[in-house]
Nanobody, 121 residues
Framework: QVQLVESGGGLVQPGGSLRLSCAAS????????MGWYRQAPGKQREVVAG???????QYADSVKGRFTISRDNDKNMAYLQMNSLKPEDTAVYYC???????????????WGQGTQVTVSS
């Protein structure tokens, strides 16, 4: 059973930066597209960034130009560098991935606990 562990969240002022990390178990990490998701209170979980096994990236319009997703297949890690943070970025952030499905229906593993990001002055 693949496990996903997110870390790196915290409280940051508007305009600040955070780097989130996702540690994944399992030997087939490199073949999966990986994504970062977030869920704000009272809202549905949404995809904010994705990276294919080949390194191609995509971003939600709300974070384009501010967030950067990356991965290290040797370490089974995915990262999300978040710059110019805004209060509306406040949410619990999760990682997951897919091989057979898509970012909206990830099939890599069960959802982890997530990491809380709070952007506030």
């Amino acid at each position: 059973q693949v496990q996903l562990v997110e870390s790196g969240g915290g409280l940051v002022q508007p305009g600040g930066s955070l780097r989130l990390s996702c540690a994944a178990s399992g030997s087939r990490f490199s073949v999966y597209a990986m994504g970062w998701y977030r869920q704000a209170p009272g809202k549905q979980r949404e995809v904010v960034a994705g990276i294919t096994s080949g390194g191609r990236t995509q971003y939600a319009d709300s974070v384009k130009g501010r967030f950067t997703i990356s991965r290290d297949n040797d370490k089974n890690m995915a990262y999300l560098q978040m710059n110019s943070l805004k209060p509306e970025d406040t949410a619990v952030y999760y990682c997951n991935g897919y091989f057979y499905t898509n970012f909206d229906d990830p099939d890599f593993g069960s959802w982890g606990q997530g990491t809380q990001v709070t952007v506030s002055s």
